[in-house]
């Protein structure tokens, strides 16, 4: 099955072209979009294939110098957007002999949640990115390189399925926030309207919440209480939202 | 990055040594196994690394025939059962420079939960096979070839997060069964006792067992109802078991 050379075992088949892809979500501040969004880069010069289309961040594992694809996308991400992200979670894998027009290629996918402080910094050095609204990928009106559409289309269910029963979601506000927020993000997220006191309920019994004192948003008429999370780590509500 | 040579395009770096495996769940009967249990292969002659180990069945994935990983892993249990799994589901990558002797390898690990009705010809074959059951594999009784111990330990994380929550448990259970026997499944997988009169309250809730009408089980002092699954597709408790 395998012969030895000086590049190590080679397999009598075709070698897999292995790369890692990241699919990053975050939330920017409402002068810049009203919903959480996804960043896809403009592939550059002499990138084929796909030269000038979107694409996710991504890239060849490097097995010379990557430990494995988990460390080659935070890799990718690092060299992206200038730090390692905090969070990172395997998506699934990708492949085959039709996704890539080079030869039969896989990609492994991660994808991470981060907040806009982390980012402001990167966007303001006017990258050749572009934030995708969760909602405009939901109606199929973005058009991606290589099949990741179909991975965006993968991502969202994930992140709409965790949005369901844990506060993964969370990882996306900013260190404070309201419970009003909070559920403004969970409704972007799910893509569905979620009622607001059982909402309320729920969070309350999970009991992952600290009030952070003296601090109230709103008018001066309706202030509302503000928060932070306990722990980074997400927890799960023991029933569905 | 790519050159361009008669096998294709070739990176620059060590090709990768891409494989797929599977986790092959299944609950024998009673006189085979008290539980469920996960089917591994001894490595036979001359297939090193690891000759005579106990490994997941897998194999490379072949680039000129296989569509894709998934293709490449149900002709993998095709091989190994003599039929292709109904149901299989992508558990995760695992990759790096340090799980194969031969290289930098990957592993798209897939798995699949099988009644023991389609298994029990394959049993009576004598394959090279042996069945682990699932409390071994949580003591950490067995040692297995490669990292395929810690790809277990992942398979059994996701299953017991499964049956937290879904009915996917019910498709290693025979066509008719009883809500006792469902419950003892699910303890299994979980690795800890269930109350039963919730279970049946929230399976009752769930609405997706038909009865199977005239006929009971057990003792005849207390005949248990027999029931069957209206749909193949798992479904979504609203609550955790």
New interface residues.
Partial sequence: ??KKTD?????K??????TTDAVIFTLPPPEIASEPVVIVYRRADEKEPYFDRWALPGG?????DD???RAACERVIREKLGFPPSYLE?L??F????RDP???S?S?VYFTLLPWKELANWWASKPNAQLLPLSAIRKSMVSLAFDHDEILRVAIERIQAKAH?STLPCMLLPERFTVAQMHGMYEALQGRPINMAAFRRKVEKLDFLTKVSGVFEGGAQRPAQVYRMKHREPA?F???L
Same sequence: chains 1, 2.
């Fill in positions: 099955m395998f590049k190590g075992f080679i397999s088949y075709q070698p897999v072209i292995y060849m594992v490097r097995t010379n430990a494995n694809d395997q699934q894998t492949s085959g002999a039709g080079r030869g039969w896989s492994v029963y799960l023991d029933r569905g």
